[in-house]
């Protein structure tokens, strides 16, 4: 955590910042044996402290990685549904697609390969 911004170049005119946040993770990749640092940025309208946000960072990036799934999964960003609340409605009945197909545990398989079985196999779209 960055607590003396007096640094910062006043060009920027960052109202409200109040939080710069920097966060390094060591990854080993076990199958190669190679070793990378990673350096990530953020900065926040909240005043936290390391631990608040460590814990900002982390539900950040399950929230992006749900949407990742969601792209990957069900096209979200290609859908054409535009008009009234269909984008809504339709967003909340792939995010409860996304956990169905995740706690399905009968077959080990990507989501994208239950979500095929589940269109081409009746008995599988009406288990419960």
Request: no cysteine; hydrophobic share 40%; glycine share 4%.
């Given at each position: 955590?960055?607590v003396?911004?007096?640094?910062?170049?006043?060009?920027?005119?960052?109202?409200g910042?109040?939080?710069?946040?920097?966060?390094?993770?060591?990854?080993?990749?076990?199958?190669?044996?190679k070793?990378t640092?990673?350096?990530?940025?953020?900065i926040s309208s909240?005043?936290?402290?390391?631990?608040?946000?460590?814990?900002?960072?982390?539900?950040?990036w399950?929230?992006?990685?749900?949407?990742?799934?969601?792209?990957?999964?069900f096209?979200e960003?290609?859908?054409?549904?535009?008009?009234g609340?269909?984008?809504?409605?339709?967003?909340v009945?792939?995010?409860?697609?996304?956990?169905?197909?995740?706690?399905?545990?009968t077959k080990?398989?990507?989501?994208?390969?239950?979500?095929?079985?589940?269109?081409?196999?009746?008995?599988?779209?009406?288990?419960?």
């Amino acid at each position: 955590m960055l607590v003396n911004k007096s640094w910062l170049n006043n060009k920027y005119q960052w109202v409200g910042l109040k939080s710069i946040i920097k966060v390094t993770s060591d990854v080993h990749e076990k199958t190669t044996g190679k070793e990378t640092t990673e350096t990530r940025w953020y900065i926040s309208s909240l005043d936290l402290n390391a631990e608040q946000a460590l814990s900002s960072v982390r539900n950040h990036w399950q929230v992006e990685s749900m949407h990742w799934v969601l792209e990957m999964t069900f096209r979200e960003d290609e859908s054409r549904i535009r008009k009234g609340r269909g984008p809504l409605a339709f967003n909340v009945m792939r995010k409860i697609a996304m956990t169905l197909f995740k706690q399905d545990q009968t077959k080990r398989a990507s989501i994208v390969a239950k979500k095929k079985m589940a269109g081409l196999d009746n008995p599988v779209r009406v288990r419960d």
